[in-house]
């Protein structure tokens, strides 16, 4: 994954490249900022919040589930 964002990276910088000698120090980091965010943005990635939504979704899951096979395995020793 780190190597595809590398490649696509220094595709943007090719692409750009031309153009940058001729810009000012900020435009150029704007510019990085936008190809890195662009070659990011094509890959499949999650936000942290959107993992930590889904790791707690999970956790809370895993305590319901682990609640009814407790409940399930009382049942079985009441028969």
Known sequence: ?????IKQLGTGLEQAAE???K????????QLH???QTTLS???????EE???QA???????EKL????????????DQ
């Open 42 to 48: 094509k890959m499949d990635l999650v936000t942290r």
């Open 66 to 77: 682990a609640a009814l096979e407790a409940r399930l395995a009382e049942l079985e020793t």
């Open 23 to 30: 810009l000012p120090k900020e435009e150029i980091q704007a």
């Open 51 to 53: 993992f930590e939504v």
């Open 19 to 21: 153009t940058l000698g």
């Open 34 to 36: 936008q190809v890195a």
């Open 1 to 5: 994954m780190i190597d595809q964002f």
């Open 56 to 62: 707690a979704m999970l956790a809370k899951y895993r």
